[in-house]
């Protein structure tokens, strides 16, 4: 029997100080709703056609900017993988933003 898997090599990383865990939520949320805040003050300011386009184009921006923070950090042996926006703000948080040495004890 073939089994066609990808082997995992490294796990989602884990965030340790509350700064670093701050940060990764705060990008986890500017992936998640940036393009709807921005269709929202689109359709305050002006009407809400325009509100809509700007929100589509919000979200094709959006998308490039997860497909570029996904492929800068992730090992390419596991791109291959679906992440939702908490896995990828944990690895460009821990990859990127808080690179925490290893503990010597």
């Not at 959006?62 to 923070?69: A, D, E, P, Q």
């Not at 703000?89 to 990127?96: G, I, Q, S, V």
């Amino acid at each position: 029997m073939q089994t066609d898997f990808i082997n995992q090599i490294e796990p989602t990383p884990k965030l340790h100080t509350k700064k670093c865990k701050f940060v990764a939520f705060l990008l986890k949320i500017a992936l998640q709703y940036l393009p709807l805040l921005v269709g929202v003050f689109f359709w305050y300011l002006y009407d809400y056609f325009i509100a809509i386009g700007i929100f589509l184009f919000s979200l094709l921006v959006m998308g490039i900017v997860k497909s570029y923070l996904r492929n800068s950090v992730i090992p390419l042996s596991q791109q291959e993988y679906n992440y939702n926006d908490a896995g990828v703000a944990d690895w460009y948080t821990a990859r990127m933003l808080c690179i925490e040495l290893p503990q010597e004890k």
